[in-house]
């Protein structure tokens, strides 16, 4: 019982940089070559959360050395955070931070000014797709749609 003891007592420092560094390292240069931006938006609030975690141990290990359970609640939240199952760290950002935020109002100037006020019209999510719809079919498909909606409105 000396050594299975031993490895539960220590589980954070065997466990930990594996789930907590390694594993996010390889996700998030995974994420960097993929053509998606969900997987992006998974590692990246991971590193911000990670981070602000390692600055409140930083600022408050005074009082966490008190805890003995602290670098356990920390993995386990971290797991949280980093495992495909739960993909917490997305959670964290779809659920509590974009809702405080608003990010993403940035309209590319490449495009023309009709295109840019109803880029910034459209939610985050919509102005992903539409700047997809652009990328495969080009500005000019964007411009027809446009039209074809104002002559619409016109008739109703």
């Not at 299975?4 to 589980?11: T, V, W």
């Not at 993403?104 to 019209?121: A, F, K």
Request: aromatic share 14%; charged share 20%.
């Amino acid at each position: 019982m000396g050594v299975l003891g031993a490895l539960a007592r220590n589980m954070d420092a065997l466990v930990g940089p594996g789930v907590m560094l390694l594993y996010p390292l390889y996700a998030s240069m995974r994420a960097i070559e993929s053509p998606s931006s969900l997987d992006d938006q998974q590692w990246l609030t991971y590193w911000v959360l990670y981070s602000l975690i390692t600055l409140f141990e930083l600022s408050c290990w005074k009082v966490l050395q008190w805890f003995p359970l602290w670098p356990y609640m920390k993995l386990l939240f971290c797991c949280w955070l980093v495992l495909p199952i739960f993909n917490g760290a997305a959670y964290i950002y779809e659920a509590h931070v974009r809702r405080y935020f608003k990010i993403g109002n940035y309209v590319n100037p490449y495009y023309n000014e009709r295109q840019r006020r109803v880029l910034q019209m459209m939610s985050l999510d919509a102005r992903k797709s539409v700047e997809r719809f652009i990328e495969t079919h080009g500005p000019d498909a964007l411009d027809k749609i446009i039209r074809a909606a104002e002559e619409e409105a016109k008739r109703t």
